[in-house]
Structure formats: structure tokens, C-alpha cells
Nanobody
Framework: QVHLVESGGGLVQAGGSLRLSCAAS????????MGWYRQVPGKQRELVAR???????NYADSVKGRFTISRDDAKNTVYLQMNRLQPEDSAVYYC?????????WGQGTQVTVSS
């Protein structure tokens, strides 16, 4: 079992920045994919960015050049640096970890960007 705890959400003005963190605990394997997804009411959860244990990353087109995902394996933590935030980035952001074919989710953290 894996437990994910997110932090760093909040309210920010358009053009501002936030940094999300997600710490994993429990049974941790060295081969994994961790990522951030977001969801707004009435819409499907969508991928924002993910990173593999190899360091390979991929991003949604809407956040390329503004968001950066990174990891600290010593802390089993993944980060999402979000710059130049826009109102359309407002959502609940969820951390995900996939290992051994299983998905684990955090409880979500709200990000609100005011115009």
C-alpha cells in the first residue's frame, strides 16, 4: 500500500506561482511513474505532468513552458512548480503514483487562480 500526501495548493493571482509537493510513503518500489492530474467540476480528470523513475517527463500541451515536474527519490517526493498561472489552471490537483501496475492517488489540493 502507498499513501500520498499533497501540499502547496492555495489562492494566487494570475501570473503568479505555486509549488505543489507530494510525498509518498508505504511500500515504495524503485520503478514508478508519478504525476499530477487536475479536475474541475463536471470535467474528467486530466493529466498535467508526470515523471518516471528514469527522469523522463511529459506534460500537457496547456502547461508546457510554464510548469515543471521534478522528484527527490531520497524523500519519495515529487514536485510541481507552476509559473505564470492562469485562471484556467484553477482545479483540484491530484498526485498519482503508479508502481507494480497499481495506481495510488492523493486526496487532492485546491489551486485557485484569480484574474
Amino acid at each position: 500500500q502507498v499513501h500520498l500526501v499533497e501540499s502547496g495548493g492555495g489562492l494566487v493571482q494570475a501570473g503568479g506561482s505555486l509549488r505543489l509537493s507530494c510525498a509518498a510513503s508505504g511500500i515504495i518500489f524503485s520503478i514508478y511513474v508519478m504525476g499530477w492530474y487536475r479536475q474541475v467540476p463536471g470535467k474528467q480528470r486530466e493529466l498535467v505532468a508526470r515523471i518516471q523513475n528514469t527522469g523522463f517527463t511529459n506534460y500537457a500541451d496547456s502547461v508546457k513552458g510554464r510548469f515543471t515536474i521534478s522528484r527527490d527519490d531520497a524523500k519519495n517526493t515529487v514536485y510541481l512548480q507552476m509559473n505564470r498561472l492562469q485562471p484556467e489552471d484553477s482545479a483540484v490537483y491530484y498526485c498519482n503514483r503508479n508502481q507494480e501496475g497499481r495506481d495510488y492517488w492523493g486526496q487532492g489540493t485546491q489551486v485557485t487562480v484569480s484574474s
